[in-house]
């Protein structure tokens, strides 16, 4: 069965670095675009960033833009997220989806598939 | 920006009734509207994408109309496994790719 297994969270200064990863089974990995969608604590869902099946193509939220990296190991059928410059308005949960759409350079944009997340706290 | 408002905020209904929730996007999206439920504590789920087409195993008692600005889902036949929070998201105009606000389905 698709499975997405995020890790990687924690409690981090405001300023600091993090790198969340989400590591992949059950589906050909290198055929789909995978987003990330962050959650803060009781609100609703923001699209973060989405990288393209072979990597070569990703999209940021203004709000990120600059300060986080999307990247890719289809060897290792995992996806990274680097965040730089942390804010407290960071701190959410941070969930990695699968794209519906095979091979689409940007991702169809729905997410057919969800990892059980992994939290990040922003905070002194 | 392309902002999804749904509405209402807190559906309150009984198991066993139906339910209708709406989502109006500010601009025009075609059919690319998709809805997602979350329970308590886990991560989101597809139901509809393309606006009324159901995800791989989703019953049939979920189901999606509209296109342009207004969409709607139906949960007819409430279980007490729907109660829940569902989103709407457009996918038409991107990036970002935007969610609305959320519904939450109470008993």
């Known amino acids: 069965q698709i499975q997405l297994v995020e890790s990687g969270g924690g409690v981090v200064q405001p300023g600091r670095s993090l790198r969340l990863s989400c590591a992949a089974s059950?589906?050909?990995?290198?055929?789909?675009?995978i987003h990330w969608v962050r959650q803060a604590p009781g609100k609703g869902l923001e699209w973060v960033t989405v990288?393209?099946?072979?990597?070569?193509?990703?999209?940021?939220a203004d709000s990120v833009k600059g300060r986080f990296t999307v990247s890719r190991d289809n060897s290792k059928n995992t996806v990274y997220l680097q965040m730089t410059s942390l804010r407290a308005e960071d701190t959410a949960m941070y969930y990695c989806?699968?794209?519906?759409?095979?091979?689409?350079?940007f991702g169809h944009g729905v997410c057919d598939y969800w990892g059980q997340g992994s939290l990040v706290t922003v905070s002194s | 920006e392309m902002v999804m408002t749904q509405s209402p905020a807190t559906l309150s209904v009984s198991p066993g009734e139906s339910a209708t929730l709406s989502c109006r996007a500010s601009?025009?999206?075609?059919?690319?509207l998709a809805w997602y439920q979350q329970k308590p504590g886990q991560a989101p789920t597809l139901l509809i994408y393309?606006?009324?087409s159901r995800a791989t195993d989703i019953p049939a008692r979920f189901s999606g109309s509209g296109s342009g600005t207004e969409f709607t889902l139906t949960i007819s036949s409430l279980q007490s496994e729907d109660f829940a929070v569902y989103f709407c998201?457009?996918?038409?105009?991107?990036?970002?790719?935007?969610f609305g606000q959320g519904t939450k389905v109470e008993i």
């Open positions: 990288i393209s099946y072979d990597g070569s193509n990703n999209k940021y």
């Open positions: 989806a699968k794209d519906l759409g095979r091979r689409y350079y």
């Open positions: 601009q025009s999206v075609g059919s690319n």
């Open positions: 998201q457009q996918y038409n105009r991107w990036p970002p790719w935007t």
């Open positions: 393309d606006a009324s």
């Open positions: 059950g589906f050909t990995f290198s055929d789909y675009g």
